[in-house]
C-alpha cells in the first residue's frame, strides 16, 4: 500500500534515522517493521487481518477526523489516516505518539 509523511521529521526518521534518538530503539525498530508491513499491504484491509498490528480506529474527535493508529509496543503507536488520491487509497501516517 502506498503511504506517505506527514512531516519532515518522519520522513527523516525513515530515510536515514534522523531523529531515531528521540525514540526508544525498540521504537524505532517496529516503526521500519510496520512500514514493511504496510507497504507490502495490498489495502487497509490486509493491515486488519493482521491481529498483531492493532490497526484500530481512535475514538472521539480523533476517530471522527478518521485517525487510526497502529501499535509499535505496548506504549508507541504510529498514528495514521486513510486518504485517496487519483492513485486510488493511501495512508497518511501522522506521528509516532507515546500513549502514557
Known amino acids: 500500500m502506498r503511504f506517505i509523511f506527514a512531516s519532515k521529521k518522519l520522513q527523516a526518521l525513515y530515510n536515514d ?3 531515531a534518538a528521540r525514540y526508544p530503539p525498540e ?21 486488519r487481518v493482521l491481529k498483531s498490528l492493532h490497526f ?15 501499535r ?12 485517496t488520491d487519483e492513485q486510488g487509497k493511501l495512508l497518511r501516517i501522522l506521528d509516532i505518539e507515546d500513549y502514557h
Open 17 to 19: 534515522e534522523s531523529g
Open 27 to 47: 521504537v524505532v525498530e517496529a516503526f521500519f517493521d510496520k512500514i514493511a508491513v504496510i507497504a507490502a499491504a495490498r489495502d487497509e484491509n490486509d493491515l
Open 56 to 70: 484500530e480506529k481512535l475514538k472521539g474527535e480523533r476517530g471522527n477526523r478518521g485517525e487510526r493508529s497502529i
Open 72 to 83: 509499535l509496543n505496548r506504549q508507541f503507536r504510529l498514528i495514521l489516516t486513510i486518504e
